[in-house]
């Protein structure tokens, strides 16, 4: 059963524009949510997180919003770059009641920024 | 700067082999992880490790097991390889094993 969904495959937008990445959990006992970008044969990298205890958190071009009644958060960039372009992977995990969830990841958005 | 350094960046093994990857870091962390990336399939973890010598199974252990002698190393077995191994191995480390891991560069291996 699928804990992180990422439904969309793939995203485009044009250079400038906002890239609005989304991702649904449904297991109410994670509490830190990450977000990762993954360039074709390299690591995924880490670009921003945000605990439960918040609903937006913000690093430069990046924002992270979370919406914890509907389990769900997006990730915003703004303004989109043509290196903004790779894979981008939400991921969830907590400490509650005792129990150490480990990042459970989604399957990824493919975004292309278009020059 | 944060280092996670896997040892081959591409890797052709022949059916039934034993394969080892191996995986270093050098920011004293606790916990080394080892994940697969498959097209579809984002990252499944297949084998984490909390502290040396202990070792804790993923989502899909079946067919690897791991070893970390050392807090610095963490290798990943692949006891008799098989084509549906075929997939890009991915090596990470972390202070927790809940907050933000540091990935290794990644490892391409073909089973043929």
């Known amino acids: 059963d699928q804990q992180v969904k990422q439904n969309s495959p793939s995203l485009s937008v044009q250079e400038g524009r906002i890239s609005i990445l989304n991702c649904d959990y449904t297991n109410s006992m994670f509490d830190y949510f990450l977000w990762y970008k993954k360039y074709p044969a390299e690591g995924p990298t880490f670009l921003i997180s945000?605990?439960?205890?918040?609903d937006k958190n913000e690093d430069g071009r990046f924002t992270v919003f979370l919406n914890k009644s509907a389990k769900h958060l997006s990730l915003h960039i703004v303004p989109s770059q043509p290196g903004d372009s790779a894979v981008y992977f939400c991921?969830?995990?907590?400490?509650?009641?005792?129990?150490?969830?480990?990042?459970?990841f989604g399957k990824g958005t493919l975004l292309t920024v278009n020059p | 700067d944060v280092k996670v350094t896997q040892s081959s960046r591409y890797l052709v093994k022949r059916t039934g082999e034993k394969v080892f990857l191996e995986c270093v870091q050098d920011m004293d962390h606790e916990n080394m992880f080892w994940y697969r990336q498959d097209p579809g399939l984002g990252l499944r973890l297949i084998y984490f490790s909390y502290d040396v010598k202990m070792k804790e199974k993923g989502d899909i252990p079946e067919g690897y097991s791991v070893s970390r002698e050392k807090k610095e190393r963490f290798s990943l077995i692949l006891e008799s390889a098989s084509t549906n191994q075929t997939s890009m191995y991915l090596c990470a480390s972390g202070r927790t094993s809940y907050t933000e891991a540091f990935f290794g560069q990644g490892t391409r291996l073909t089973v043929v």
């Open positions: 945000i605990s439960s205890i918040k």
């Open positions: 991921a969830a995990s907590g400490l509650s009641g005792g129990s150490n969830y480990k990042l459970t």
